[in-house]
């Protein structure tokens, strides 16, 4: 177990290398230049050399990499070029609002998919069954940009029950207020994901000799459906649930921006369009690593829930 944990963390640190060192020269082969970007529009040439050199812009590009890599070895990732602070510090300014976000859609979405999933299945062809599916085929089907608006604009500018941006100030209820649209629409798709998944996978299990046999042997319906089914169920749920948690964090790249979300997505999309590279690098490099660690937790869970499953 432990060699194997080994090789996988080695794998995934080569992984990182690779992503950044792609990232790294592919943002860069862009005619863009972000000196230009930064400055206004009557800064003269030489505003235009002092900024380049002040960045580092000026030297080759692979004396760049190398620093890069070099001062990425020490934990500083570079100065944004947009807000000339810390890359690091300005990203993870932003990942408390990301990571609060995230985590209230990806609970909702798991707690209403798993339900709305072993009910399906332990009601087959049920009037529940019917529903789940007309859900899990909608959250698949509707664009979540699109879903948004309708919100927005009928709890939002209709009924004017809900706050349709920002993140809110006037303490945790507001908070909540302003949260409540974001999180639906982030967890509409995750949500017909694990419904689909959870009621093909309960099905499955459910056919299996052993439930036959707890049932048999007079063990209770819930127990059956819930300990015998489900636990061996879960091991497909948690292939796509355990990823899902860092996507839901990181990926929310549109509804932060359609909602004004202060968050890591909205703020990646302001750094890509203003080339500001040091920012793009380093969220690049913080999803990977999650994701990374994502599937690695994964496999270890594969052994909890499933003693038989042993790692070569």
């Known amino acids: 177990?432990?060699?194997?944990?080994?090789?996988?963390?080695?794998?995934?640190?080569?992984?990182?290398?690779?992503?950044?060192?792609?990232?790294?020269?592919?943002?860069?082969?862009?005619?863009?230049?972000?000196?230009?970007?930064?400055?206004?529009?009557?800064?003269?040439?030489?505003?235009?050399?002092?900024?380049?050199?002040?960045?580092?812009?000026?030297?080759?590009?692979?004396?760049?990499?190398?620093?890069?890599?070099?001062?990425?070895?020490?934990?500083?990732?570079?100065?944004?070029?947009?807000?000339?602070?810390?890359?690091?510090?300005?990203?993870?300014?932003?990942?408390?609002?990301?990571?609060?976000?995230?985590?209230?859609?990806?609970?909702?979405?798991?707690?209403?998919?798993?339900?709305?999933?072993?009910?399906?299945?332990?009601?087959?062809?049920?009037?529940?069954?019917?529903?789940?599916?007309?859900?899990?085929?909608?959250?698949?089907?509707?664009?979540?940009?699109?879903?948004?608006?309708?919100?927005?604009?009928?709890?939002?500018?209709t009924l004017g029950w809900l706050p349709v941006s920002g993140r809110g100030e006037g303490g945790l209820l507001d908070t909540l207020r302003h949260m409540i649209l974001p999180a639906f629409c982030l967890s509409t798709y995750p949500i017909a994901l694990i419904t689909r998944l959870s009621r093909s996978s309960m099905i499955d299990a459910l056919k299996s000799d052993y439930v036959v046999m707890a049932r048999i042997k007079g063990v209770p319906e819930f127990y059956v459906n819930i300990v015998h089914a489900f636990k061996n169920a879960s091991i497909t749920l948690i292939t796509i649930m355990v990823p899902m948690f860092v996507y839901m964090i990181l990926g929310s790249v549109v509804i932060e921006t359609i909602f004004s979300w202060p968050g890591i997505g909205r703020l990646v999309i302001e750094a890509t369009f203003a080339r500001d590279y040091p920012v793009v690098q380093i969220f690049i490099l913080l999803i990977t690593f999650l994701i990374t660690t994502a599937y690695i937790v994964a496999d270890v869970l594969y052994a909890v829930v499933d003693p038989r499953i042993r790692f070569q």
């Open 1 to 157: 177990m432990k060699v194997y944990l080994l090789k996988r963390f080695a794998f995934a640190f080569f992984t990182m290398f690779v992503v950044i060192t792609i990232v790294f020269f592919l943002y860069r082969s862009g005619e863009a230049d972000p000196a230009h970007i930064m400055l206004p529009p009557d800064a003269t040439p030489k505003d235009h050399e002092i900024l380049t050199k002040n960045f580092g812009l000026d030297k080759p590009l692979i004396i760049q990499y190398f620093s890069f890599l070099k001062n990425a070895a020490r934990g500083d990732f570079g100065k944004s070029f947009r807000y000339n602070e810390s890359a690091a510090k300005v990203l993870f300014q932003r990942f408390p609002a990301s990571l609060q976000l995230g985590v209230a859609a990806f609970l909702f979405s798991a707690i209403v998919g798993l339900a709305i999933g072993i009910l399906s299945a332990v009601h087959r062809d049920g009037w529940v069954d019917r529903v789940g599916r007309v859900i899990a085929l909608g959250g698949m089907s509707i664009p979540s940009f699109w879903l948004a608006v309708m919100l927005m604009l009928f709890f939002g500018v």
